[in-house]
């Protein structure tokens, strides 16, 4: 702050954002203030990252929601005096925009989806300009642009030769009638049917290509010096889902069987084995008289998803295949069943069934009469005949031969004794050993759509699947398209796009028609910030080891599984590329909640509670709105929108654009004691307002703000104004404003005699000293009625507090002609006068 006071040319006016917003923008972009040297390295790099909008069309209250506390929180880094990175870009790829063209084809129109986005994209870019964001828009990455997705088939060849990108066959939700492939929100009501033509869907199995996720399972489950939310770390390690147990063989008339089990010690309690409908060995196990039975049992299985079988609580169905497993520790036949509620998708699609022990096998024995044996005696007596559920806790081993005696403690994996003692058997007796599992399944990356990422791979009859060159990339999307009614891929009858020819031979070839998961896109995306027209890598090495990882990313708690666990497993993939030098992509996650419409539900158009930003905008102007947004409560919970709500940040703006603009009235003399009170106003704003910056508590930032608003408005006074206690307040407010109210805060800033821009300038600091409070406010009670207040030095005596509280004014009124019978002091608090008339 500067030592004398400036002269401020004060000018009553109304607070216009129309004017002021319009204004300010235009400057910004005309000065580039917002376009961020990569290079310079005089400040401390931060990458504050925000996750890009898919794009819409409209910035509706959920992105305003998300990104204007963002970009607060970007802003007041850059004036704590980082050099802030903030881009911003676009999830170009995915389904609305095919299926509009679907749509416009079923009314005999051709739309290009490309068209549809970029136009969609030339909006929002305006609407972000409008909520004043300070985004670095020459850095913008917008994923369908082949410029773009060169990187993404050039990063899954590099996968492919090492191994991570593979081919399988696995199911996908089909249409007979359209002869297609649905994405799963194609697939309606709880029969299934395809949205366009009602036909009951059914699952078709499909070559399709994987990504090895599953070799980074174990380092993914690391989550050291990474600053996120307990709630994403847990919901990742349960998605990966580590188990420790045994792998154990069962021998059958069409070979050995695996199983892994978490509890190999209830091994001698199998009594049964369930297989996964889908199961291979279904097809040469099953009897000749049980293969109708089976047949329409697996049809029926096809229809249902993965949710639906495994729900819990469900009444259980299966069907015995007419053949028999052999027990390896008991050398018992025991039937084998096939059910839903077991998934090809997970472990080896077998189930050893221990009813005893597993809720699912005990509700399923029981509706099938199939035997149970008790393996494990709690401390007390076990009852079968009076068995109404299963018993999974700790207890000693019965039934169960050589590990008869051992306990089990209840732990996971070799801490159990048990566990332990059936794993040394079955590695002794040759018929299984220990084993580490997941729940987590290679990522599938195939979609049977047109706009996504074409797959770098061509399919010849001699040579197979071969990858294209790497100087042939891009592998571009032909424009030149007819879309389907049905919504088929038109790459598959596009001949230009389709026949080729191959790499390695020359001869007639066809390329892969399926596209890329749009995951994909947002894997990697932040790296491309950095260089987003470099055209001889996917990014710049040194600049990624300058800025990655990114510092602060912010978004949705939705994205917890896929997307972020997505970029972690690729951010591993680029690091063993050798790309960079590091293993994680964000340093520090922060989740908002979600904006809820006045009605407390979710806001949709179905129900008619959307709250448009655009609207509002025209009403109150966007730093009204941002201000609301933040005030609104915790960013990180959400709330429901309030119409009435929006008037607090509504005055709150225009009371502090009127304390900075109008001329003081008052002359209430600028003592020390006002001055003293005014700086400890201000100090203690700066460091409540700091804190909770950092915290991402932007509601109780602006509480702090109105506050000392309140504070200066009621010291404001032709004398204060002049004194530098008063400029340093002013100063403090605007830059603190700043970050939550962008546009305002520049036009203050200029009002008050500053050239350069306030975004530009340094966070205010404050000082411990001025925050002591050496004197107390004190109520004083005539009659224990409230009648006056003093304020006395912290440590005034009793007799100096009786004093001050008798001579202030209005008490002194009460108490003329009147006797003092009890004079009462509470420390800190009041004084109390009892008298008589």
């Given at each position: 702050m500067s030592d004398t006071v400036k002269e401020i040319a004060y000018e009553s006016s109304r607070y216009n954002p129309h004017e002021i917003e319009p204004k300010w923008q235009k400057k910004w972009d005309e000065s580039k203030l917002y376009e961020v040297d990569l290079n310079d390295h005089s400040k401390p790099k931060y990458y504050f990252l925000t996750m890009y909008p898919y794009p819409s069309g409209?910035?509706?209250?959920?992105?305003?929601?998300?990104?204007?506390?963002?970009?607060?929180?970007?802003?007041?880094?850059?004036?704590?005096g980082f050099n802030v990175l903030f881009p911003m870009g676009f999830d170009a790829f995915g389904l609305p925009a095919e299926?509009?063209?679907?749509?416009?084809?079923?009314?005999?129109?051709?739309?290009?989806?490309?068209?549809?986005?970029?136009?969609?994209?030339?909006?929002?870019?305006?609407?972000?300009?409008?909520?004043?964001?300070?985004?670095?828009w020459s850095k913008m990455v917008v994923t369908c642009d082949p410029d773009y997705y060169k990187w993404n088939q050039w990063f899954f060849l590099k996968m492919y030769e090492k191994g991570l990108a593979y081919k399988k066959q696995s199911p996908v939700d089909w249409c007979p009638s359209c002869n297609t492939t649905l994405a799963r929100e194609q697939v309606v009501g709880d029969d299934r049917v395809c949205e366009r033509c009602a036909t009951p869907v059914i699952k078709k199995d499909l070559s399709q290509w994987y990504f090895k996720i599953t070799d980074y399972a174990e380092e993914l489950l690391n989550f050291d010096n990474l600053d996120w939310p307990t709630r994403v770390r847990e919901m990742q390690t349960n998605w990966i889902g580590r188990s420790e147990g045994a792998e154990v063989n069962f021998d059958t008339?069409?070979?050995?069987?695996?199983?892994?089990?978490?509890?190999?010690?209830?091994?001698?309690?199998?009594?049964?084995?369930?297989l996964a409908p889908e199961h291979p060995y279904v097809s040469e196990l099953t009897s000749a008289d049980k293969q109708a039975e089976v047949a329409t049992y697996i049809e029926e299985t096809q229809r249902k998803t993965e949710i639906d079988r495994m729900a819990e609580g469900?009444?259980?169905?299966?069907?015995?295949?007419?053949?028999?497993?052999?027990?390896?520790?008991?050398?018992?036949?025991?039937?084998?069943?096939?059910a839903d509620y077991v998934l090809m998708g997970y472990g080896t699609g077998a189930i050893m069934a221990v009813p005893y022990g597993d809720q699912r096998d005990f509700e399923f024995a029981r509706k099938f009469k199939l035997d149970i044996v008790a393996v494990v005696k709690p401390d007390d007596s076990v009852d079968l005949g009076a068995l109404d559920?299963?018993?999974?806790?700790?207890?000693?081993?019965?039934?169960?031969?050589?590990i008869n005696g051992q306990i089990h403690n209840g732990e996971k994996g070799k801490k159990s004794p048990a566990v332990a003692a059936a794993i040394d058997y079955l590695e002794a007796q040759g018929i299984g050993k220990g084993a580490t599992t997941y729940r987590l399944r290679d990522w599938l990356i195939s979609r049977q759509r047109?706009?996504?990422?074409?797959?770098?791979?061509?399919?010849?009859?001699?040579?197979?699947?071969?990858?294209?060159?790497?100087?042939?990339?891009?592998?571009?999307?032909?424009?030149?398209?007819?879309?389907?009614?049905?919504?088929?891929?038109?790459?598959?009858?596009?001949?230009?796009?389709?026949?080729?020819?191959?790499?390695?031979?020359?001869?007639?070839?066809?390329?892969?028609?399926?596209?890329?998961?749009?995951?994909?896109?947002?894997?990697?995306?932040?790296?491309?910030?950095?260089?987003?027209?470099?055209?001889?890598?996917?990014?710049?090495?040194?600049?990624?080891?300058?800025?990655?990882?990114?510092?602060?990313?912010?978004?949705?708690?939705e994205h917890a599984i896929l997307h972020l666990m997505y970029a972690r497993f690729f951010t591993k993939v680029i690091r063993d590329l050798g790309l960079i030098d590091h293993g994680e992509p964000f340093k520090r996650l922060r989740n908002q909640g979600i904006i809820l419409g006045e009605d407390n539900e979710k806001m949709s158009k179905s129900r008619g509670n959307v709250v448009n930003p655009d609207n509002l905008v025209s009403e109150y102007g966007a730093d009204t709105v941002r201000t609301y947004l933040m005030f609104i409560g915790p960013w990180d919970q959400g709330g429901p929108w309030n119409s009435k709500g929006i008037e607090g940040p509504t005055r709150f703006l225009g009371r502090s654009w009127t304390l900075i603009t109008d001329e003081a009235s008052s002359d209430t003399p600028a003592d020390k004691p006002t001055l003293k009170e005014l700086k400890r106003a201000v100090h203690s704003a700066i460091k409540?307002?700091?804190?909770?910056?950092?915290?991402?508590?932007?509601?109780?930032?602006?509480?702090?703000?109105?506050?000392?608003?309140?504070?200066?408005?009621?010291?404001?006074?032709?004398?204060?104004?002049?004194?530098?206690?008063?400029?340093?307040?002013?100063?403090?407010?605007?830059?603190?404003?700043?970050?939550?109210?962008?546009?305002?805060?520049?036009?203050?800033?200029?009002?008050?005699?500053?050239?350069?821009?306030?975004?530009?300038?340094?966070?205010?600091?404050?000082?411990?000293?001025?925050?002591?409070?050496?004197?107390?406010?004190?109520?004083?009670?005539?009659?224990g009625k409230v009648r006056g207040q003093i304020e006395?030095?912290?440590?005034?005596?009793?007799?100096?507090i009786l004093e001050a509280a008798k001579t202030e004014s209005n008490v002194a009124r009460y108490l003329e002609n009147a006797q003092i019978i009890r004079e009462i002091v509470v420390p800190g608090k009041l004084v109390n006068l009892v008298i008589k008339a």
């Open positions: 409209d910035l509706h209250t959920g992105h305003w929601y998300a990104e204007a506390p963002a970009d607060a929180a970007a802003r007041y880094l850059r004036m704590k299926n509009a063209a679907v749509k416009a084809a079923r009314r005999g129109e051709n739309v290009h989806p490309a068209t549809l986005t970029y136009k969609q994209i030339d909006r929002m870019v305006k609407q972000f300009s409008q909520l004043g964001a300070m985004f670095d008339k069409a070979g050995k069987l695996t199983v892994f089990t978490t509890r190999p010690d209830t091994l001698w309690g199998a009594t049964f084995m369930v469900k009444e259980k169905t299966g069907v015995f295949i007419g053949a028999y497993a052999k027990n390896p520790v008991t050398g018992k036949e025991i039937p084998i069943w096939i559920k299963a018993y999974d806790g700790p207890g000693i081993m019965i039934n169960s031969g050589p047109y706009w996504g990422t074409p797959f770098p791979i061509v399919y010849c009859d001699e040579h197979g699947a071969v990858a294209v060159p790497y100087e042939d990339l891009p592998v571009a999307l032909p424009t030149d398209v007819e879309f389907m009614p049905t919504g088929e891929s038109p790459l598959k009858s596009h001949d230009s796009f389709l026949n080729t020819t191959c790499p390695i031979c020359g001869k007639n070839a066809t390329r892969e028609t399926d596209t890329m998961d749009t995951f994909m896109d947002s894997s990697w995306y932040w790296f491309r910030y950095l260089t987003p027209h470099k055209t001889d890598a996917p990014l710049d090495a040194e600049l990624a080891k300058h800025w990655a990882p990114v510092d602060t990313y912010t978004g949705g708690i409540e307002v700091t804190d909770d910056f950092e915290n991402f508590q932007f509601n109780t930032a602006i509480a702090e703000l109105m506050t000392l608003v309140n504070a200066m408005s009621k010291s404001k006074s032709k004398q204060v104004v002049e004194t530098l206690e008063w400029q340093e307040g002013l100063e403090a407010l605007i830059k603190m404003l700043a970050p939550i109210a962008p546009h305002i805060s520049e036009e203050l800033w200029e009002r008050t005699g500053h050239t350069g821009s306030i975004h530009l300038e340094s966070w205010p600091s404050y000082d411990e000293s001025a925050l002591v409070k050496n004197s107390i406010s004190m109520a004083i009670q005539v009659n006395v030095s912290i440590d005034a005596s009793k007799d100096a």
